[in-house]
């Protein structure tokens, strides 16, 4: 009876430490699940940074696009300017004569 009483308390002791080590899976589980959670909001956050970022890049290389042809149709019309000064001095050349 002792002996049996004894294995008893054994196998009670042996059922507590289970019950501790699987009380310390669960912590640790949920935990990792926490670590887990974190780094997928994070994720995301950092998705949505790098599309703002691309299209903040495509605005300024539209930007630069327009840019472009605005200097292109200014220096256009600076050519323009320079030839109708170019004939505007003839013409006052010829009153003169």
């Known amino acids: 009876m002792e002996a049996g009483v004894a294995q008893v308390d054994k196998g009670m002791a042996v059922t ?13 589980t949920l935990s990792t699940t926490q670590l887990v959670n974190d780094i997928t909001r994070t994720i995301g956050e950092q998705s949505l940074a790098s599309n703002e970022i691309a299209h903040q890049v495509e605005m300024i290389a539209s930007m630069s696009e327009g840019n472009s042809r605005v200097i292109g149709q200014t220096a256009s019309t ?19 004569l």
């Open 16 to 28: 507590a430490e289970v019950q501790r080590s699987i009380s310390e899976i669960l912590e640790a």
């Open 78 to 96: 600076t050519d323009e300017l320079s030839a109708m000064a170019g004939q505007l001095s003839q013409s006052v050349d010829r009153f003169r």
